[in-house]
T-cell receptor, first 115, second 113 residues
Framework: DTEVTQTPKHLVMGMTNKKSLKCEQH?????MYWYKQKAKKPPELMFV???????INESVPSRFSPECPNSSLLNLHLHALQPEDSALYLC??????????????FGSGTRLTVV | GDSVTQMEGPVTLSEEAFLTINCTYTATGYPSLFWYVQYPGEGLQLLLKATKADDKGSNKGFEATYRKETTSFHLEKGSVQVSDSAVYFC????????????FGKGTRLSVIA
């Protein structure tokens, strides 16, 4: 299994809603990442988990709350989002935090629309 | 810090044309270099990579050679197809292990029949 699976593929939520994005990988990777991608822009790093511990938080607003319940799962909890948070949210994984020669394996993303 | 610079797009080519997308980088030490492709509505897929100077990465007819002397990793394909229309991202990994993957801004390629 060489995939990163993200669910749901599409999500529409109101500004007062609470929702969660889910990411799963079974490649034995010990580093997982959340990225945000706006249209016609490169992905922007949000969070890095290494061995289920939060290693990097790129000054992301607290309305985004990551969680890594185990080495295969990564969640992103969303609460009180703003319309400008509408974007493609990408999950990725790599064998270790250091991408080194491996690069990252990306999921297909969740297209989030905040109304 | 480390950075990647890609040629500005969009690039529009006719089917079977030759493709070059320029990528240069700034990094300390000897980074690994990657090309990712993003098809419309999808996530990023690793297209090819090179981990040391003079290495050539190749996949699906695409090639790129790691040139340390010019700090470049240009993507090439001899004959593009309509199905190659996508956004291409050049990226580097600092092999010191201190920073995550660094992406260029992306180059949008449109291939017309």
């Amino acid at each position: 299994d060489t995939e990163v699976t993200q669910t749901p593929k599409h999500l529409v939520m109101g500004m007062t809603n609470k929702k969660s994005l889910k990411c799963e990988q079974h490649m034995g990777h010990r580093a997982m990442y959340w990225y945000k991608q706006k249209a016609k822009k490169p992905p922007e790093l949000m969070f890095v988990y290494s061995y289920e511990k939060l290693s990097i938080n790129e000054s992301v607003p607290s309305r985004f709350s990551p969680e890594c319940p185990n080495s295969s799962l990564l969640n992103l909890h969303l609460h009180a989002l703003q319309p400008e948070d509408s974007a493609l949210y990408l999950c990725a994984s790599s064998p270790f935090y250091q991408a080194l020669r491996y690069g990252y394996t990306f999921g297909s993303g969740t297209r989030l629309t905040v109304v | 810090g480390d950075s990647v610079t890609q040629m500005e797009g969009p690039v529009t080519l006719s089917e079977e044309a030759f493709l070059t997308i320029n990528c240069t980088y700034t990094a300390t030490g000897y980074p690994s270099l990657f090309w990712y492709v993003q098809y419309p509505g999808e996530g990023l897929q690793l297209l090819l990579k090179a981990t040391k100077a003079d290495d050539k990465g190749s996949n699906k007819g695409f090639e790129a050679t790691y040139r340390k002397e010019t700090t470049s990793f240009h993507l090439e394909k001899g004959s593009v197809q309509v199905s190659d229309s996508a956004v291409y991202f050049c990226a580097l990994s600092d092999n010191s292990g201190n920073t995550p993957l660094v992406f260029g801004k992306g180059t949008r390629l449109s291939v017309i029949a």
